[in-house]
């Protein structure tokens, strides 16, 4: 059965950091896309970071690049978020999926082509 636990939301202050854990189970993250999605209060859910494949391919969206860093732990088929630079825009409930299909790049963004969601994490960036 796959299972995703999402943790380390928090309230940060604009300028800071915080990475967020997906902890993985029933499947191996290295066989997987697997993504982080968030999602502002009154916005949609959008495309924030994925990595996928074995070489693991990244993608990340323009608001976060160059702040946020994804990365997965093999042994502890864990996935993370590293979030450095914080602005309140990136105040939302943070999300990972998963999916078996094969995608890379931007072609992992849409939550279409997940299959399997974590609860979700809250993140509060705010002075």
């Known amino acids: 059965q796959v299972q995703l636990v999402e943790s380390g939301g928090g309230l940060v202050q604009p300028g800071g950091s915080l990475r967020l854990s997906c902890a993985a189970s029933g499947f191996k993250l290295e066989d997987y896309a697997v993504g982080w999605f968030r999602q502002a209060p009154g916005k949609e859910r959008e495309g924030v970071s994925s990595i996928a494949g074995r070489p693991g391919i990244t993608y990340y969206a323009d608001s976060v690049k160059g702040r946020f860093t994804i990365s997965r732990d093999n042994a502890k088929n864990t996935l993370y978020l590293q979030m450095n630079s914080l602005k309140p825009e990136d105040t939302a409930v943070y999300y990972c999926?998963?999916?078996?299909?094969?995608?890379?790049?931007?072609?992992?963004?849409?939550?279409?082509?997940?299959?399997?969601w974590g609860q979700g994490t809250h993140v509060t960036v705010s002075s």
């Open positions: 999926a998963a999916t078996p299909q094969y995608c890379t790049g931007y072609g992992c963004s849409g939550e279409t082509k997940y299959n399997y």
